[in-house]
């Protein structure tokens, strides 16, 4: 079975930076990978995603600030988020666009 992990999420004030991580297990190639978050009474939006091959994309309120990153042979994908702003807070979840699977989500928090 495909499974996802992610981690990193936390508490951070308004300026500071996290970086999530996502484990991908069971599949020898994850294929294209991406990020995703939802807020409190609000529907779960596209933050990023990245190709098999590592072609990025970004939503436009990330773009600039976030980051997203893969190692194929570690199977693992990665979020770094900087400048983080309230906005932000919203738990983050990893899927398989190629194989659509979800991971169980990791809550980020901005406050002061």
């Known amino acids: 079975q495909v499974q996802l992990v992610e981690s990193g999420g936390g508490l951070v004030q308004p300026g500071g930076s996290l970086r999530l991580s996502c484990t991908v297990s069971?599949?020898?190639?994850?294929?294209?990978m991406g990020w995703y978050r939802q807020a409190p009474g609000n529907e779960r939006e596209w933050v990023a995603r990245?190709?098999?091959?590592?072609?990025?994309s970004y939503a436009a309120a990330v773009k600039g600030r976030f980051t997203i990153s893969r190692d194929n042979l570690r199977s693992m994908v990665y979020l770094q988020m900087n400048s983080l702003t309230p906005e932000d807070t919203a738990v983050y979840y990893c899927h398989s666009d190629s194989y659509g699977h979800w991971g169980q989500g990791t809550q980020v928090t901005v406050s002061s």
């Open positions: 990245i190709s098999s091959v590592g072609v990025t």
């Open positions: 069971n599949i020898f190639s994850a294929g294209q």
